[in-house]
């Protein structure tokens, strides 16, 4: 079974709105945690935002944000005011409790339109 | 940091032939992971190594492939026989040996086999 399911290919979004790339994800596990990178075309991972299953708040890191939905299993990003810059692959990861290598979905790519 | 460094960025080669890369991960980081990326897909997981000892494989590292890291610092990935299924971008990542630390990414390896 999937870990990790991005089921957005590709999203397009105009400059300075918000938009949420999706992501859920499967683990009998109660301690897990999960992370979004980005990878622009030239190709680093360059990672965005990590949530713990038991943070009880939304992580956020500047215009990053992650809707954090344990009992749907779903771990959404949401960037805010988007920028040009922002156009790339982005994938979520989970590790889970006694793993010790993060799982990566497909990735969703986001095109910004000005 | 000065970051996650691979060596080479590219690398063409003829089926058959054996291929080596070299990956420098951030210099305090006792963890090193290698992983492979195909064209639009996330990051697969190969192998893990914890300071000089190799944890784990994927399933996916065939006996063509071997990787080594002797003395917990830089590590090599080989690919013995090329194949053309073999192309894909190596990606390396390091971290620290801490609960859900992040992977920092190096800017990874991409082969050409023809």
């Known amino acids: 079974a999937q870990k990790i399911t991005q089921t957005q290919p590709g999203m397009f979004v105009q400059e300075k709105e918000a938009v949420t790339l999706d992501c859920t994800y499967d683990?009998?596990?109660?301690?897990?945690?999960l992370f979004w990178y980005k990878q622009p075309s030239s190709g680093e991972m360059i990672f965005l935002i990590y949530q713990g299953s038991y943070d009880e708040q939304n992580a956020t890191e500047g215009r990053y944000s992650l809707n954090f939905q344990k009992a749907r299993k779903s771990a959404n990003l949401v960037i805010s005011a988007s920028q040009l810059g922002d156009s790339a692959m982005y994938f979520c990861?989970?590790?889970?409790?006694?793993?010790?290598?993060?799982?990566f979905g497909a990735g969703t790519i986001l095109r910004v339109k000005s | 940091d000065t970051g996650v460094s691979q060596d080479p960025r590219h690398k063409i080669t003829k089926r058959g032939q054996n291929v080596t890369f070299r990956c420098d991960p951030i210099?305090?980081?006792?963890?090193l992971y290698w992983y492979r990326q195909t064209l639009g897909q996330g990051p697969e997981f190969l192998t893990y190594f914890q300071n000089e000892a190799q944890l784990e494989k994927s399933r996916l590292l065939s006996d063509r492939f071997s990787a080594e890291r002797p003395k917990g610092s830089f590590s090599t990935l080989e690919i013995q026989r090329t194949e053309q299924g073999d192309s894909a971008m190596y990606l390396c990542a390091s971290s620290r040996q801490t609960t859900n630390e992040k992977l920092f990414f190096g800017s990874g390896t991409q082969l050409s086999v023809l």
């Open positions: 990861a989970m590790r889970e409790e006694y793993g010790n290598k993060l799982v």
């Open positions: 210099s305090e980081h006792n963890r």
């Open positions: 683990t009998s596990d109660q301690s897990y945690g």
